[in-house]
């Protein structure tokens, strides 16, 4: 089995369990995303993946290899990006890149082209002699991937990496993991905004407090749709808002607002769909209607919150135990 | 294990160093120092035939000092240093191994301490223009301060890597190195002056009428003498003891050493010979001749291979734990270990 494969993976530091018991699998030519909480243990789970930290229990497999047993083989599969950013500050971004490159066994002599060619992948050929250190938090992230990326991995493991980037980053960010996704390379990625994620990944995996939760046990719960009617504006809401409530048969009191639109509550995507015939039928003038919130906020926001005892521990905190 | 791993671990360490100013005016005014030290020594030395060979043995000296000063700043936080800038993990990333980095890290905290000898250079040559400095004395202090340098940075490098907070790293190198350097000469004055024992001095007694020594009769004296040729062997491991007592000495024609070496060495040996019985004879008017320092040291016993002995396990052993630390997969984490 190829991609990233993780049964009853478990990790503790000292009384703190970060990770319990963790088993999901993420394919390759797909982006799977990882989803959960402050100190649900994604940073720790990362690092175990990327041959870093031993499991205390269970097995991780990198395209059939086990990184505990044969670190070298699988990380020549891997690449790697740490949510702290650590560049070498007097390096320049093309020293760095062909360091990195020396020190997986890249020749010399194409060391140089293959940096040239990582920093012009993420955007920084303008910037490939001056010294890290002068670098904005959004190009060292950019630095970070074009080093993660240097030895052309077949597994890229990449924690937050969107943060820190302006948006038009972001869109390039994702259009990259895409293709390299297409390429066949599994893609495995934490993030905390849940939109940006949405847009690129085809899987997700939910970690809460340390345990993976199966998506499909997340409880449907009501979901807020987005309602604004033709010319809707903060003025006119309440009139909007008692129309929009009568056609539906619900109080007006049940409906929320926002910025001129109305916030209605339905259970299930058909609920919506029936609730929408019923407006047009009334003849009111719909301008749009769309999920308030994205399937994976709404899916992450009715993750089962019982944390168990112990849990309770911030990433940072827990990456550094 | 690979030579170009190791290179280009090394290499990192010491570009990120090289594009400092601060280091290069640590190295200027090293430089300076030396040169009022070598000017110095020259006046201080200008009454022997051959005042090279003193100047020669103070410039090394210093160089040794500085070392010992300034290594375990530059080498303390080679492995934790990198752990809190979080750029470590991204090297155990690549195919180097951890003996890679940690021989590479070592290279780098030993090339730094060089380049102090490097600066010294013209210095050491100024003074082996001055001559007599014989060809076993250049070549067994050189290779003797080079190996003091490699002791600085393994226990450098070996504290960074089992200490988590770089600060109390560089600290724990700093102790250590001072243990080597003053601690041994306090627990050896301390211990010799603890450790006495009875001793008796001899002198003639005085005719009360004549005022002259009665010559067939001996008074005694009993007093209490410091024992510092038990405890000598404490002075061993102190690296400065270890370079002056494994560099070939020369006496002067009267049996007294030439240069800072010896004097260190003479002092060190005499230190091994038990007390001996002080006789002071007013009837013999030669008086009592006690062994020149050249004697000293012929009938004392060399101990330079069992100090940096010592120091060689106690850095090897630094060095070995830091190695099982950085391992990845990590097992055992200490408390407030950063990954990544």
Same mark, same amino acid.
């Given at each position: 089995m190829s991609g990233i494969v993780a049964e009853g993976v478990s990790r503790s530091f000292g009384a703190v369990r970060a990770v319990q018991e963790a088993s999901f699998r993420a394919a390759p030519g797909r982006v799977t995303g990882l989803v959960g909480p402050n100190g649900a243990g994604k940073t720790t789970l990362l690092l175990m993946l990327a041959s870093l930290l031993a499991p205390d229990a269970g097995t991780i497999r990198i395209d059939g290899i086990d990184p505990v047993a044969d670190p070298t083989a699988a990380r020549r599969l891997l690449g790697w990006m740490p949510d702290a950013l650590g560049a070498w500050a007097s390096l320049t971004a093309r020293e760095t890149i062909i360091t990195t490159a020396r020190l997986y066994d890249i020749p010399a002599a194409d060391a140089a082209s293959r940096a040239k060619e990582m920093l012009a992948l993420v955007g920084l050929q303008g910037l490939s002699d001056a010294p890290a250190k002068v670098l904005s938090r959004g190009q060292k992230q950019k630095l970070g991937l074009a080093r993660a990326l240097v030895h052309d991995p077949r597994i890229l493991l990449l924690d937050e990496p969107a943060s820190g980037l302006d948006p038009e980053a972001r869109v390039h960010l994702r259009h990259l993991l895409r293709r390299l996704a297409s390429d066949g390379r599994t893609v495995l990625i934490s993030s905390h905004i849940l939109s940006e994620l949405e847009e690129v990944v085809d899987d997700a995996v939910f970690l809460v407090a340390g345990s993976v939760v199966d998506a499909g046990v997340v409880p449907a719960g009501t979901r807020m749709w987005r309602l604004r009617l033709v010319g809707g504006a903060p003025d006119r809401l309440t009139a909007d808002a008692w129309r929009v409530a009568s056609a539906l048969g619900v109080a007006p009191e049940s409906l929320g607002a926002d910025r001129g639109a109305v916030l209605v509550g339905f259970d299930s995507e058909d609920a919506a769909a029936h609730g929408l015939r019923r407006l047009v039928e009334a003849d009111i003038a719909v301008a749009e209607f769309a999920p308030a919130q994205s399937a994976l906020?709404?899916?992450?926001?009715?993750? $089962?919150?019982?944390?168990? $005892?112990?849990?309770?521990v911030s990433d940072d905190e827990e990456a550094g135990a | 294990m690979s030579i170009s791993h190791i290179g280009t671990v090394a290499r990192l360490e010491l570009t990120q160093r090289l594009r400092s100013v601060g280091w290069y005016v640590l190295l200027g005014i090293f !430089?300076?120092? *030396?040169?009022?030290?070598? *000017?110095?020594? &020259?006046?201080? &030395?200008? #009454?022997?035939?051959?005042?090279?060979?003193?100047? +020669?043995?103070?410039?090394?000296?210093?160089?040794?000092?500085?070392?010992?000063?300034?290594?375990?700043?530059?080498?303390?936080?080679?492995?934790?240093?990198?752990?809190?800038?979080?750029?470590?993990?991204?090297v155990q990333m690549t195919m180097a191994s951890t003996g890679d980095i940690m021989l590479g890290k070592l290279i780098a905290a030993v090339a730094t301490g060089g380049a102090f000898l490097a600066v010294a250079l013209p210095f050491l040559a100024v003074a082996l223009l001055g001559?007599?400095?014989?060809?076993?004395?250049?070549?067994?202090?050189?290779?003797? *301060?080079? !190996?003091? /340098?490699?002791?600085?940075?393994? /226990?450098?490098?070996?504290?960074?890597?089992?200490?988590?907070?770089?600060?109390?790293?560089?600290?724990?190198? +700093?102790?250590?190195?001072? !243990?080597?350097?003053?601690?041994?000469?306090?627990? &050896? #004055? *301390?211990?010799?002056?603890?450790?006495?024992?009875?001793s008796v001095s001899y002198q003639r007694p005085w005719d009360e009428q004549t005022g002259e020594p009665v010559c067939d009769e001996w008074e005694e004296f009993p007093y209490e003498v410091p024992r510092y040729d038990l405890v000598w062997g404490l002075l061993a491991a102190n690296p400065f003891i270890v370079l002056a007592d494994a560099t070939p000495v020369e006496f002067d024609p009267n049996g007294y050493p030439v240069d800072l070496f010896g004097q260190l060495k003479v002092g060190v040996r005499a230190a091994q010979h038990a007390p001996i019985e002080q006789r002071w004879d007013a009837c013999s008017p030669n008086g009592q001749q006690g062994p020149t320092p050249e004697q000293m040291v012929a009938d004392s016993v060399p101990s330079w291979f069992v100090g940096l002995g010592i120091q060689v396990l106690l850095a090897g052993g630094l060095f070995a734990g830091a190695w099982a630390r950085t391992r990845t997969p990590a097992r055992r984490l200490p408390p407030g270990t950063r990954i990544a």
């Open positions: 906020e709404h899916a992450f926001l009715n993750l $089962p919150s019982a944390a168990p $005892p112990n849990a309770v | !430089a300076v120092v *030396l040169l009022g030290v070598t *000017l110095l020594s &020259f006046a201080v &030395f200008s #009454g022997q035939d051959a005042p090279g060979a003193g100047v +020669y043995s103070v410039v090394v000296n210093l160089v040794l000092l500085l070392v010992v000063l300034v290594s375990p700043t530059l080498s303390g936080n080679a492995i934790n240093g990198d752990r809190e800038a979080a750029t470590l993990a991204p001559g007599g400095v014989p060809p076993a004395t250049f070549a067994v202090s050189v290779l003797v *301060l080079a !190996a003091e /340098i490699v002791v600085v940075a393994a /226990i450098g490098v070996g504290f960074s890597g089992i200490v988590a907070r770089p600060l109390f790293s560089i600290a724990a190198t +700093y102790l250590t190195v001072a !243990a080597l350097v003053i601690g041994t000469l306090i627990a &050896f #004055g *301390l211990g010799g002056a603890a450790i006495r024992t009875e």
